[in-house]
């Protein structure tokens, strides 16, 4: 038999922890009458090694109490494949958040070497995934929660002269209707990357030639300086491979924001903008 100490000691772990295991139920060691104090066993032990063992692993301390108590090894192992199973899915969901990161490292890269100077760049096909085809389906429902799309969209209206350009938001723009537009934006190839299905209703965007440029507009004129940025380089003839091309005047087009000093009274955005073109 072993003292609280020595136990403690052995598995290189604190008289507490010991104890709140005691307290929770997943040790049950005999106390001695005379002044209470616990004396494990060596089953104690043994439960022991497998408390932390199955709390490595992830396990709740409901489930570790039924996995010390189970008898039949065949509901043992069906929960731990039930566990293998979730660690493959959040896997999956850090794999996901790992490329977001890297997609935004390149809207970052965007800014900082390409400026305000116009650039044809070949786009990935993605989905779209609305955000009412998503609820209550893993990895995307808890991925939106944890990461809403960063983008949002506008179209852009000039007239004959391109004297007097508007922006004119779209939905996504409109607090009111966040509902109607919010969800996630994921590339196609990271969908094929583990065999993932994407939902019936996600909206589909093949590859294709995008004109990008990035900017500083005002916190307090977003719309106005967007529209200055776009008017300015509307008539631009951008030259990829020696093609011609210009942007589609009348098309909605996609952008990014990026916050910088927020809550300051000098708060502005840095924005990459992904043009449709001819």
Known sequence: MLKTGELSKLFDIDRTTLNHYVRQGLLAPSAEERNKYH???????????????????????????????????DKKSASIKAKQEEIGKQIVLLRLKQLLLENTQRFLDLIRFAGDKPQIIPMAAYYFLPKQDIEGTHPWSYLYRMVPSLEFSACCH????????????????????????????????????????????????????????????????????LAEHIAHMNDTVLDSQDVPHKIRRF????????????????????????????
Not at 44 to 51: F, K, Q
Not at 251 to 277: K, L, R
Request: proline share 5%.
């Open 158 to 225: 000039l007239n004959d002269t391109a004297a007097d350009p508007t922006v004119l938001p779209s939905a996504s723009l409109d607090f009111n209707d966040l509902d109607e537009v919010s969800g996630l934006s994921l590339r196609e190839d990271w969908f094929s990357e583990y065999t993932l299905e994407p939902p019936v209703n996600a909206i589909y965007h093949p590859s294709e030639d995008k004109c990008v440029i990035s900017f500083r507009v005002s916190d307090s004129s977003l719309n106005n300086d």
């Open 251 to 278: 098309d909605p087009f996609i952008f990014y924001i990026i916050p910088t000093h927020y809550g300051s009274e000098d708060s502005f955005y840095d924005c990459v903008c992904f043009f449709d073109i001819d």
């Open 39 to 73: 004396s494990y066993s060596f089953n104690d032990s043994v439960a022991l090694a497998y408390i932390r063992y199955y709390r490595g692993m992830g396990f709740a301390t409901e489930e570790i109490t039924d996995l010390l108590k189970e008898a039949d090894h």
